[in-house]
Nanobody, 115 residues
Framework: QVQLVESGGGLVQAGGSLRLSCAAS????????MGWYRQAPGKQRELVAE???????NYADSVKGRFTISRDNAKNTLYLQMNSLKPEDTAVYYC?????????WGQGTQVTVSS
């Protein structure tokens, strides 16, 4: 099965940048798409960005133009470059991998943006 480990979260001031990483291991060949989701306390987990095996990307309207999702297949790693961060970006960010048969989640990494 696929295992996911996120890293790169932290505390940053508004306008700053962070780069999140998600290292995947296990049955990598089964992954059809990967994405980043986030969840703030008391709120539903929401899609931030995703990328399919074919390279198609989708972004939440709130992050378009500020965040960029990418992957390094050789390193089995997914990235989320986060620029121009806003306090409303504060959340736990989760890496996600989808296969034909199941969805796998990482443990999450905290991103806190101060005003």
């Amino acid at each position: 099965q696929v295992q996911l480990v996120e890293s790169g979260g932290g505390l940053v001031q508004a306008g700053g940048s962070l780069r999140l990483s998600c290292a995947a291991s296990g049955s990598i060949f089964r992954i059809d798409a990967m994405g980043w989701y986030r969840q703030a306390p008391g709120k539903q987990r929401e899609l931030v960005a995703e990328i399919t095996i074919g390279g198609t990307t989708n972004y939440a309207d709130s992050v378009k133009g500020r965040f960029t999702i990418s992957r390094d297949n050789a390193k089995n790693t997914l990235y989320l470059q986060m620029n121009s961060l806003k306090p409303e970006d504060t959340a736990v960010y989760y890496c996600n991998a989808r296969t034909r048969f199941y969805v796998r989640w990482g443990q999450g990494t905290q991103v806190t943006v101060s005003s």
